[in-house]
DNA sequence: CAGGATCCAAAAAGATACTG
DNA sequence: CAGTATCTTTTTGGATCCTG
């Protein structure tokens, strides 16, 4: 893997690491993803309200960027007022768990990652 | 888990999630830390080579901050020219398998996630 | 060689007002 | 209700020059 891997830390296009970095190195991609799993099928004004710190510009742009990568399911009911539910969709599914990982390590370690942090000089 | 953990959305200090994005969602740290990873020990100007696009500055940048966080080793050797050499620590080894195991979905998932955005349109 | 300091450009995010 | 449009602020990253 060492011979083959090295190649991708030069290029920008085809660097893995940056292609997931890129899709979810954001503010609100991964509180989306992981609410939605907790919850099941949120409307547009639930999920504003749980994530309360977030604008709903960003919470507009970071849906929709979900929507076009298939990660989640956006289902608009002809009605008035207008209703729209988000669910994730299978492909987000699969992604849950790695995230999850994530987080779990995450809370492990975060205590002393800020210990560390603190008593970091110079 | 869903009750108790639908609280830390909300809020911005304590969330788990967002503590992990604000420490890996920048541009180049899980970059360094794979390539630590896969190479052992490198130098400053090695790591600079190897990931071509990163400016001297973010390098450094990234470089300080992770070993601020316990992930990475930094050893200087009293010469001059001065030697500086960076590996993981062990809390930055354990962090490995998870992202690779992102980085092993998104691998597998990107080709199909750049098609449902390329033909996403409204 | 391994960076620090400074200045500048670009991108991401937020506030606010408005609409079908 | 579920957004869009516009503007401003903040954050991030990069270029360049400098130093022990």
Chains 1, 2 share one sequence.
């Not at 970095?21 to 999920?47: A, C, H, I, P, Y």
């Not at 699969?94 to 995230?99: E, N, T, V, W, Y």
Request: glycine share 4%; charged share 25%; aromatic share 8%.
């Amino acid at each position: 893997m060492s011979e083959k891997s090295l190649n991708f830390f030069g290029d920008a296009e085809n660097c893995p690491v940056r292609n997931v970095m890129d899709r979810f190195g954001d503010k609100w991609s991964t509180l989306v993803l992981l609410l939605l799993e907790d919850q099941g099928v949120m409307r547009f004004n639930e999920l504003h309200k749980t994530i309360k710190s977030v604008s709903q510009k960003m919470l507009s742009v970071t849906l929709k960027s979900l929507e076009a990568d298939g990660l989640i399911l956006r289902k608009q009911y002809p009605e008035i007022p207008p209703r729209v539910e988000y669910r994730l969709s299978e492909r987000g599914q699969s992604l849950i768990p790695h995230i999850q990982s994530l987080v779990a390590w995450a809370n492990q370690h975060m205590p002393e990652i800020k210990k560390s942090r603190a008593s970091y000089s110079s």
